[in-house]
C-alpha cells in the first residue's frame, strides 16, 4: 500500500504479510520499489505459535532511525504490540547492486 500512511509528508510504502513473513524475494522487491520510488518502506510481519497468530507483530523499516522510531510509536498508538523490530538499511544497499 503507498496510500495509507504518510511520514514527513511523503507516503510511505507499507507492506502487510499475509501470512506470518513476507518472503525474502518479495522482501528485497520492496526495498528496490522504496529505492526507486525514494520512499520508505514499513513491513508487518505476524508472529505465530504453532501456526497460530499470536497477537504480536514484527516491524522491519528501510529508512533513517527516525523512520523507524515513528513507526513503533505510530503502530504503538494504533494497538500493535511489537516484540521485535528491524532497521534493514543493508538490504537496500544491496537492492541497488
Known amino acids: 500500500m503507498t496510500d495509507q500512511l504518510q511520514w514527513q509528508g511523503e507516503d510511505v510504502i507499507v507492506a502487510v ?4 513473513r513476507i518472503p525474502a524475494r ?3 522487491w520492496l526495498c528496490s520499489l522504496a529505492q526507486l520510488t525514494s520512499r520508505q518502506l514499513v513491513a508487518v ?3 505465530q505459535d504453532a501456526h497460530v497468530f499470536n497477537g ?3 516491524l522491519r523499516t528501510v529508512g533513517p532511525e527516525e523512520f523507524r522510531q515513528a513507526m513503533v510509536t505510530y503502530f504503538s498508538q494504533i494497538g500493535f504490540t511489537t516484540t521485535h523490530v528491524t532497521r534493514e538499511h543493508q538490504i537496500i544497499e544491496w537492492a541497488a547492486h
Not at 504479510?17 to 506470518?20: I, K, R, S, W
Open 17 to 20: 504479510a499475509t501470512g506470518a
Open 26 to 28: 518479495t522482501f528485497h
Open 45 to 47: 510481519e505476524h508472529k
Open 56 to 58: 504480536e507483530f514484527k
